[in-house]
């Protein structure tokens, strides 16, 4: 139904900004809402960002709130994670996720409401 694909992972020092891209596609992809999700070696994987399915709504994890910006581009069908000011708590596997209806429901940072994943994109913080 949604096929995601990240890109824009890397290796940045701290303090240093970096954007994240998730292009989607599939049938019907336009509908559903987009989140991003990482995880660390060792760690669950944790909600970090939500964009409703207009981009009407977004949410943040208070971690990454006044840092982390979620964004979308409908047309383009790509959702976008501006990352400021990073810290090397920041560093994990950072996924673009799809789901339907998420946006405006108590449980936003289950990842057990997402149903179609990216692979992955590793970004690294380090000096």
Known sequence: QVQLVESGGGLVQPGDSMKLSCGYSGHSSNDYDMGWFRQAPGKE???VALISRTGDKSSAA??????FTISRDIAKKTVFLQMNSLKPE???VYYCAAGFHIAGTSRIDSKYKYDYWGQGTQVTVSS
């Open 90 to 92: 920041d560093t994990a």
């Open 45 to 47: 994987r944790e909600f």
């Open 62 to 67: 208070d971690s990454v709130k006044g840092r």
